[in-house]
Every structure is written in C-alpha cells, then in structure tokens.
C-alpha cells in the first residue's frame, strides 16, 4: 500500500487544477469531455519552474502525462468515488485546513510574529494587582471591580480614599452581586465586608515600611499566590503571559503603574520595576537533596550536611553526572546524570534560574542553594540566545495560532470583509429582539420558535445577502448552552455579535474559491489527488497484495525474473584457540558430524567451540569468496584481538535458482503491481480517446 500523503503530495508537485470555464479556449478533449487551456499551462509553468538542475521538458512532453492523470480523474468519478462519503469527509478537513489562511488578516498575523519576536529579546519584570471578574459579568459588577481598582491605583500614587469616596464605593457595591455573595474560600473571590474593608484598610497598608506596591497587593489582590508574594511575578517575556496583560507590560515605562486592563481573569494593575534584555535559554544539569513533604525548618538545615558532602566530592574531582546518578532526589534527570531541558526567565524556581544563569561558562557549577523543592548544586551544560526570526516563525505561528493575540487576525479580517460588502443592520429590528429573549436562553432551554411573532425583520445584510430575525433566533437555539444567569441585554449583545461574526466568517469562506483562484486551484490538486490515490490503491496497489491468485500465476510466468544469485552453505566453527582448532580439523578429516564435534569437544568447556551455520551469496564474504568449493578450507580464519580460530566448512555451492513467494514476496508483489498499472493504463487508453487541439497548444508558453 503506498502512502497516502505521499501520493497527495506527488500529485500536488503535478500541479493538476481546472478552472472548469466555458469561455476559455480548449486544449484537449478526452471522450468528447472539455480540457480547458488554464488547467494544463498550470501543470506546465508549475513543474517546469521546478526543475531548476534538469533539462526543461517541452509543452508536448505534458501532453501524455496530463491526458493520463485526466483519464484516470474520469474513471475515477465513473466509478462514483466523488461522491463516496468517506472521500467527501477527507477533502472537507482538507478544505478546512487550505481555508484557514484565508480567513484571517495576513498583515495582522504578519505583524503579530514580528512584534512577539521583537519583544523576545526584552524580559519585564512586573507585580500586579488582581479583581477578579467573570468575562460575562454585568455592567454593575465590571463597575464595581473597575472602580475599586481605580481607587487602589490612586492610594499607591498617594491620594488615599477619602471618607467620601468609600461611601461612593460602597454604594456601587451594594448595587453590585456582591452585595449578595455569602462568605467564601480566600482563594476564590472576597465576599462583600472583605471588599469593603480592604478599601477602607488602605491607609494602613501604605504606612507600612518596605515596598508599598506589595503591602497593597496582599491586602487587596485576589490572586492567590499575592498573599506569599504581594503580587511580584518576577521577569517575563512574550507569549508568558495574556495577551492584554503583555501589552500593558511592554507598554508601561519602568517604575509606573499601568491604568486598569482587562483579561479574562479580570482587571489587573501592573508595575513595571525593571526590563532587561533577554537572557536567552540555559542548559543544566542538578544534584538534588529533596526536602519531604511538611519538613520543619531545623531537618531542612540538616540535609546540608549531604549536599555539602556531594559538593565537596565535585571539588575533589568527580564527575558531576555520576553523583547525580547514584544521589540525586529528582530521579528523573539523575538517571541523565542530572540534565534538565532547556529553560529560559520564568520557568524555573526564582532561586534555581539566578544559579543557574550566574554561571559564566559550560560545565561550572554552582554552591548549594535552596529551593521550596530541596538544595540543588545546579552545572551549567550550555547557553543560547533568541534564535534568529526565521528559525523561530513556524513555532511563533503555532504559538499565536493558540494565543488570544490570534483573535486580532480575525477581527480585522471581518471589519474589511464587512466594509467590501456594504454591512449594513437594523438596529431596531435588533432591539425587537429583546421581547423574546428570557432565562432559559442561560439554561440552555430556549426555543427559535419563540421568534416568530416578531415578523421575520431583515436584521442585516452582506452583500447580495439578507439575514433575518429568525435566522439570529436558529443560531442562538444551536449555540446555546447552560450558563450563569446573565443580564439579556448583555446576553443578546453577545449573541448578535457571535452571530454577524461567523456569519461573515461564513460568507467569506463560501467565496474562497470564486475569489482566489490559489486556492481554488490547490483544493482541485487536492480532490484530484484523493481520487487518483483511491482508485489506484484499488486498480492496482491493494489488488496486488490482496489478489493472491494472481499473484502466483504472475509469479510462475515470471519466476526467472526473481533469482538467486550463487549461494555457498557454510559451517564456521568458532574455536576458543589454536589447540582446539586442530582437534575440530582431526574430527572433520574423520567425518564427524557436527553434533559429534560439539559434544566431544565442548566436554570441558562449553565455550570451546561454537558452530554456526550460514547461507552466503557470492562476494558477501571474502574468506568463502576465495575457496569457492565444497570442503573444509585449508587456512583457519584468526582473530588477532581475542585469539579466536575459526574453521571454515563449505557444505555445498549452490547455482542459480529462483527464489520462492516468501522469500522475494516484496519484490514480486512491486513487479505485479507495475504489471497490473500497465494493464490498467492500456485499459484507459483503449477506452478514452484524447483529441489535442494543436493550435490552442502550441499558444502554451
């Protein structure tokens, strides 16, 4: 069976397309069925621009390969594979996967991998400030959360809060959910008194001594980790970190606090203490000591004595991949004596990445230090810097294609896609459609049905295209799913724009075809290709195999095609030395067998001789290649290294002869497949006939 991809791929090379249009001149018709110009110049240009080191074949050299491909094309949807489902699915995921590129902004995402690469070489180093907040929390609560992070931002530039201003405060978070949240776990949210307070508690936490931003952070953020770090998420770089928090970092100038920005975790504020540029990837290896779960700090101590004994044994002079192996606690690198994979800022525990980037040169390692994890003794094996951009784009736009960043490529692309086809909506036809929407739309329950008494208004249109209440009311009956109650305002909003955006997604991709003739004509090599490759694999690679009739019938017509070449049966006794070699020659001249010499002579040891008996073709062994005859060989073959002696025996020398299905089964199966393609390809010539219309031809250049 061939590759599948493979033969898609050769195809492709081929470069068969059509254009399937009328108006274009005809250069060849196969059964009476037009072949236009486009579709075989494409073939022509594309190939011939490939072949840079070989000589450029002629227009009408094509002529024979391009009617063949054509044929087998036809006999192809003769045989209804076009509309075989499993064909049909195939081509769609290869479809979708040629229409990506096109439904997306190039220059965005062009733009997007050169700014993550530009801001590669700069690591930040940024403490934030966290309220949390749901992606679809009501306007109340986004108020809420936004304000009172606006009035932490002011206390850390010294306006602290004002009686007046937290009675404002709180009155937005009485209006707030909050006002009704029950207490709950310090890591999830702050319930109502708990917001309240850390406003109120402002004050005290910037008289504190020390770095304020922090005292702040453990007073009022929500992330979790602030409470033990006040915020600080030592130095990052690109695509570390959301895309809206990485922006406001590389954006914020050392020692400021940004403005509120808003990620999916909720609004944040970040201060920028120090960028730095990049300090590239470390290779390392470590010993570890490992600290036990709930250790106390005085054991902890106590297992210095073993890292320093370990690190005192590396200054003697041993090998820092052996103590790994025999003492290290991280047993999945000391079975790599040690080595770790590559790391770069912020991968590592912070005291493990300045040992380890502390080092000056490959193969230093550093003192004992510690970690939350144990002590480390950490080498440094080697270090790069940011590979240049072409090497790196491929896994940048792997990257960003996972990244929200990759939204902004789509966005763009509907805005332009909007503005060529005349967007036009009604707003009030929009609004209407607030008298249907209730809760069960947030249960998951709610019906289009619902829609109907609000008449079917065009909502909007794209292009020659009109798209209606009922059509917003199908789509939101399908996209549906269980959720957290939520404002219908809000809920409509984000429903209309899910709608208009894969609507005009939608359009887009419906047009790629008529609009890029690239891809119209890729997805023709792909089609093309599919059907070639499947009706191949039936016609002749399959068959081949699975037809095992034929397969012997070809085979005895043709088995002097599969020969040996002369073949010599040899024994080789492996004597333990001289002495043994003369007893093994004393019993061959007597014609004792070989189970004979065996038993007698390996009645000591059984390590004296060893017998082995092998089948060479002719020039595969040079000692057997010179004693071309049936016999014991006069000279015994020496190993100067270990003082082994072998005696070499040959038992018979065979002549040509062909060789059987199993042992030539490959070989036979590929020569009646290239059998069964002949007969196949004389069987589609017999019956399609192909008219070249020179004159169209000879305008090919």
């Known amino acids: 069976m061939k590759n599948r991809t493979l033969g898609i791929l050769t195809l492709s090379a081929i470069g068969?397309?059509?254009?399937?249009?009328?108006?274009?001149?005809?250069i060849m018709t196969i059964n009476g069925k037009p072949v236009y110009k486009s579709e075989f110049e494409n073939v022509y240009h594309k190939n011939s621009g490939k072949e840079v080191n070989k000589e450029q074949k002629s227009v009408k050299e094509y002529v024979d390969l391009f009617s063949t491909f054509k044929m087998k094309v036809f006999e192809a949807e003769a045989n209804g594979l076009d509309t075989n489902s499993a064909f049909k699915t195939e081509l769609g995921g290869y479809r979708k996967q040629l229409a990506a590129p096109y439904l997306t902004d190039k220059n965005v995402n062009d733009a997007l991998l050169q700014e993550a690469y530009e801001r590669m070489k700069t690591e930040v180093k940024a403490a934030h400030i966290l309220i949390r907040l749901a992606e679809d929390a009501l306007p109340k609560d986004t108020i809420e959360a936004y304000t009172r992070l606006i009035i932490i931002r002011d206390a850390l530039a010294g306006k602290a809060p004002s009686a007046a201003k937290i009675a404002e405060y709180e009155v937005l978070l009485k209006k707030s959910s909050s006002a009704l949240t029950?207490?709950?776990?310090?890591?999830?949210?702050?319930?109502?008194?708990?917001?309240?307070?850390?406003?109120?508690?402002?004050?005290?936490?910037?008289?504190?001594?020390?770095?304020?931003?922090?005292?702040?952070?453990?007073?009022?953020?929500?992330?979790?980790?602030?409470?033990?770090?006040?915020?600080?998420?030592?130095?990052?770089?690109?695509?570390?970190?959301?895309?809206?928090?990485?922006?406001?970092?590389?954006?914020?100038?050392?020692?400021?606090?940004?403005?509120?920005?808003?990620?999916?975790?909720?609004?944040?504020?970040?201060?920028?203490?120090?960028?730095?540029?990049?300090?590239?990837?470390?290779?390392?290896?470590?010993?570890?000591?490992?600290f036990a779960k709930d250790m106390q700090?005085?054991?902890?101590?106590?297992?210095?004595?073993?890292?320093?004994?370990?690190?005192?044994?590396?200054k003697?002079?041993?090998?820092?991949?052996?103590?790994?192996?025999?003492?290290?606690?991280?047993?999945?690198?000391?079975?790599?004596?040690?080595?770790?994979?590559?790391?770069?800022?912020?991968?590592?525990?912070?005291?493990?990445?300045?040992?380890?980037?502390?080092?000056?040169?490959n193969g230093d390692y550093s003192e004992p230090f510690t970690t939350n994890y144990g002590w480390h003794i950490v080498k440094r094996l080697?270090?790069?810097?940011?590979?240049?951009?072409?090497?790196?784009?491929?896994?940048?736009?792997?990257?960003?294609?996972?990244?929200?960043?990759?939204?902004?490529?789509?966005e763009s692309l509907i805005e332009k896609i909007k503005k060529e086809n005349n967007f036009k909506e009604n707003l009030v036809a929009k609004k209407d459609f607030l008298k249907v929407i209730d809760t069960t739309v947030c249960q998951g329950k709610w019906e289009a049905t619902k829609a109907a008494k609000l008449g079917n208004k065009e909502l909007f249109n794209l292009g020659t295209k009109k798209y209606t209440q009922n059509d917003l009311a199908k789509f939101i009956e399908t996209h549906q799913t269980a959720r957290p109650k939520m404002d219908n305002n809000m809920l409509l909003q984000q429903a209309y724009k899910d709608f208009v955006d894969e609507t005009v997604i939608n359009y887009e991709d419906s047009n790629l075809e008529s609009k890029y003739p690239e891809f119209r004509n890729l997805l023709k090599e792909y089609r093309d290709g599919i059907l070639l490759f499947d009706l191949t694999d039936q016609k002749v690679w399959s068959k081949a195999v699975k037809d095992t009739t034929g397969l012997k019938e070809y085979y005895s017509k043709n088995k002097n095609n599969f020969?040996?070449?002369?073949?010599?049966?040899?024994?080789?006794?492996?004597?333990?030395?001289?002495?043994?070699?003369?007893?093994?020659?004393?019993?061959?001249?007597?014609?004792?067998?070989?189970?004979?010499?065996?038993?007698?002579?390996?009645?000591?040891?059984?390590?004296?001789v060893t017998p082995e008996s092998i089948t060479y073709l002719k020039g595969e062994n040079k000692n057997v290649d010179a004693n071309w005859k049936v016999g014991v060989v006069a000279t015994d073959i020496k190993d100067a290294k270990d003082g082994k002696v072998t005696v070499l025996v040959i038992n018979k020398v065979m002549e040509k002869t062909p060789k059987t299905i199993?042992?030539?089964?490959?070989?036979?199966?590929?020569?009646?497949?290239?059998?069964?393609?002949?007969?196949?390809?004389?069987?589609?010539?017999?019956?399609?006939?192909v008219k070249v219309n020179e004159e169209v031809l000879n305008t090919v250049k």
């Open 16 to 26: 068969f397309t059509s254009l399937a249009q009328t108006s274009e001149p005809v």
């Open 662 to 689: 199993a042992e030539a089964k490959g070989m036979i199966t590929a020569d009646y497949q290239n059998y069964l393609e002949k007969e196949w390809l004389a069987y589609l010539k017999n019956k399609y006939t």
């Open 563 to 608: 020969l040996w070449d002369e073949r010599a049966d040899v024994t080789m006794y492996n004597c333990a030395n001289d002495k043994i070699a003369k007893e093994v020659r004393g019993m061959l001249k007597k014609g004792k067998s070989e189970k004979e010499i065996t038993e007698t002579v390996n009645k000591t040891s059984q390590l004296n």
């Open 316 to 361: 003697a002079g041993e090998k820092f991949e052996d103590l790994a192996r025999q003492f290290s606690d991280d047993k999945p690198s000391a079975e790599k004596g040690g080595q770790l994979q590559w790391f770069g800022s912020s991968r590592m525990p912070i005291e493990f990445e300045k040992a380890a980037f502390a080092l000056k040169a």
């Open 297 to 314: 700090e005085k054991d902890k101590a106590n297992l210095k004595t073993k890292i320093d004994e370990l690190y005192a044994k590396l």
């Open 382 to 410: 080697d270090k790069k810097g940011l590979a240049p951009f072409d090497e790196m784009k491929g896994d940048l736009k792997q990257r960003i294609g996972k990244d929200s960043r990759t939204q902004a490529g789509r």
């Open 182 to 290: 029950k207490a709950s776990n310090k890591q999830d949210t702050l319930n109502y008194n708990a917001k309240l307070n850390a406003i109120k508690g402002l004050a005290a936490a910037l008289n504190t001594t020390g770095d304020k931003f922090a005292a702040v952070a453990k007073k009022t953020s929500e992330d979790p980790s602030a409470v033990d770090n006040g915020g600080d998420l030592g130095y990052f770089t690109s695509l570390q970190m959301v895309y809206p928090f990485e922006n406001a970092a590389f954006k914020t100038n050392v020692g400021e606090t940004s403005m509120p920005l808003r990620t999916r975790f909720g609004y944040h504020i970040l201060k920028v203490s120090d960028k730095r540029p990049s300090q590239g990837e470390i290779l390392t290896a470590h010993i570890m000591v490992k």
